[in-house]
């Protein structure tokens, strides 16, 4: 790990100033995923400021009747919350099938927005991956890819987002909510944070350098079932080889976003319309364009096997 400096912010203009005068610099709360990165060396940051002091760890209600979640939530807090769960179960679902329990005691509703889209070739420094590198090149293209994207990817990149919770929230029309330095305050639609990566996939977020963030806002709950269902190859501590995200109403309308399959979470609006056909129509419609490599054309397949058997238990 390469030396860096450190100091500990006590309020949101602190921390954005402090972003401000030291270009390159990172927040840090959980660190669950940067410190990691740090190590190898793959992270350089050269100051890092310390955000747990800013008291964004609670969850409240808006007057909309939805949620905030601050930036600062434990994901196992907000999966254990008696709303979420009552209301927005499919957040508390996606949420437990992530990582482990020991992370989830560390990681933040933030953190897990930000974490790296990635694959092992980004973890390996002897391979070229122009996410660390922009301009080298990717080996997971014609390299080992069966767990890599088969839509939204390019030609310079293609590792999928691993959160789940990211992929519930992409379900519930979440919104990011940020502050910059100078005070400067904006919202962000779930549907925009995320980039793909195109030609570069080093810039994943709709963030700008010093941008922090603040909260998570949900609208008021929908209603109907919810249901998230992860396949991998492990049952835990395993990113999703191909993961659904669902709430379907009585009427069959309703809403499907994927993990596993794309640099973001998948979702899209018009192939809702194809829910009452079923599954094999919504999945045509959700990865059309798909370009598959030899070894995870499999996904395909199993994206509909799984939104399958998530249409038939929201519908028991």
Not at 122 to 146: E, L, M, W
Not at 170 to 189: C, F, N, Q, S
Not at 285 to 306: H, S
Request: proline share 5%; net charge positive.
């Amino acid at each position: 790990m390469r030396a860096f400096s450190y100091e500990r912010v006590t309020s949101p203009a602190q921390a954005v100033a402090a972003a401000a005068r030291a270009p390159g610099a990172r927040f840090i709360a959980g660190g669950t995923n940067l410190l990691d990165l740090m190590k190898l060396e793959i992270e350089t940051p050269g100051h890092l400021i310390d955000v747990n002091g800013l008291g964004f760890d609670k969850i409240e209600a808006t007057p909309d009747g939805g949620l905030r979640i601050g930036a600062l939530v434990r994901n196992t807090d907000l999966a254990a919350d008696a709303r979420v769960r009552r209301d927005y179960a499919l957040l508390s679902r996606a949420l437990l099938a992530g990582a482990s329990a020991q992370l989830r005691n560390k990681a933040t509703t933030a953190g897990n927005l930000l974490q790296r889209t990635r694959c092992a070739y980004f973890y390996d420094t002897n391979q070229a991956c122009n996410k660390r590198q922009p301009g080298s090149g990717c080996s997971a293209i014609g390299g080992v890819n069966r767990q890599h994207a088969v839509v939204g990817a390019s030609d310079a990149c293609i590792a999928t987002h691993p959160s789940d919770m990211a992929v519930a929230m992409r379900a519930l029309d979440a919104k990011v909510e940020t502050v910059r330095a100078g005070g400067a305050r904006r919202t962000i639609p779930i549907a925009d944070f995320h980039r793909l990566p195109g030609a570069t996939p080093q810039i994943e977020t709709s963030l700008l350098p010093g941008e922090l963030i603040t909260s998570v806002t949900l609208p008021a709950p929908v209603g109907g079932k919810h249901v998230y269902q992860k396949v991998r190859d492990r049952a835990s501590y395993a990113f999703a080889l191909v993961s659904v995200a669902a709430i379907v109403q009585r009427d069959g309308s309703g809403r499907v976003a994927l993990g596993g399959v794309a640099p973001k979470p998948w979702r899209l609006e018009a192939a809702e319309a194809q829910l009452p056909r079923g599954a094999r129509a919504v999945t045509a419609a959700l990865l059309a364009g798909a370009r598959p490599t030899e070894q995870n054309a499999f996904k395909v397949t199993l994206v509909e096997r799984t939104l399958d058997a998530v249409l038939t238990e929201a519908r028991s």
